[in-house]
């Protein structure tokens, strides 16, 4: 059965103290995983399409990377405003319909402290 | 550029009521997704539009969940009758291209009394 799994499911950091996000998953013939930024009350705000294993992107102090069974989201020195939650999705062809499905993870909340 | 707008942003129904959600995706965006994001959850795919057809609904509850998108642009999800496990968030999404990645509406929070 296709999966995503997101670990830890709550961090707390200290302003400055580096760490990553863990996103794990198990479907056949990935398409594409995505990582978005959700703040409370709004809708998901994407930030990166990682398409193939040793692919990284970089945003301000975000940078993703994506290896064949998993992606991790790397915060450098983060800020009281990169608090959120962390949502990882993948992208996985529907195999009867020759379409493709989303599959999100349940997500990481993330409190950086001042 | 204009986002994803949604409307309404809150609705509070009794069980077995129906109700509508209205979405307008960005402009030019081909695919549109319909999400249910229960508390503490991710969201969950409900259905996908490119153009005005359907590509996926197959976690769609067909009993009592329906959607449509006329002519391409606006779409709206409908419940009829609602459950007590209805209540979630609404999350209507768009893209370019159904391999790129989604911009999200605020979304509506249903709660099913």
């Known amino acids: 059965e296709d999966q995503v799994t997101q670990s830890p499911e709550a961090l707390r950091l200290q302003e400055g103290e580096s760490s990553s996000l863990n996103c794990s998953y198990t479907?056949?013939?990935?398409?594409?995983l995505f990582w978005y930024r959700q703040d409370p009350g709004k809708g998901p705000e994407f930030l990166f399409t990682?398409?193939?294993a040793g692919e990284e992107k970089e945003k301000e102090r975000l940078k993703a990377t994506l290896t064949k069974k998993e992606s991790f989201l790397h915060i450098t020195a983060p800020k009281p405003e990169d608090s959120a939650t962390y949502l990882c999705?993948?992208?996985?062809?529907?195999?009867?319909?020759?379409?493709?499905?989303?599959?999100f993870g349940t997500g990481t909340r993330l409190k950086v402290l001042a | 550029e204009a986002g994803v707008a949604q409307s309404p942003r809150y609705k509070i129904i009794e069980k077995r009521q129906s109700v509508a959600f209205w979405c307008n995706p960005i402009?030019?965006?081909?695919?549109l997704y319909w999400y249910q994001q229960i508390l503490g959850q991710g969201p969950k795919l409900l259905i996908q539009?490119?153009?005005?057809?359907?590509?996926?609904d197959s976690q769609l509850p067909k009993d009592r969940f329906s959607a449509e998108r006329l002519k391409g642009v606006d779409s709206t999800l409908k419940i009829q009758p609602a459950k007590l496990e209805d209540s979630a968030v609404y999350l209507c999404?768009?893209?370019?291209?159904?391999?790129?990645?989604?911009?999200f509406g605020p979304g509506t929070r249903l709660t099913v009394l």
């Open positions: 999404a768009s893209s370019l291209d159904q391999a790129l990645g989604q911009f």
């Open positions: 479907v056949s013939g990935l398409r594409g």
């Open positions: 990682l398409y193939s």
């Open positions: 999705a993948v992208q996985a062809p529907v195999a009867t319909s020759g379409t493709y499905k989303y599959i």
């Open positions: 402009s030019g965006h081909a695919t």
């Open positions: 539009f490119q153009n005005n057809g359907v590509v996926d």
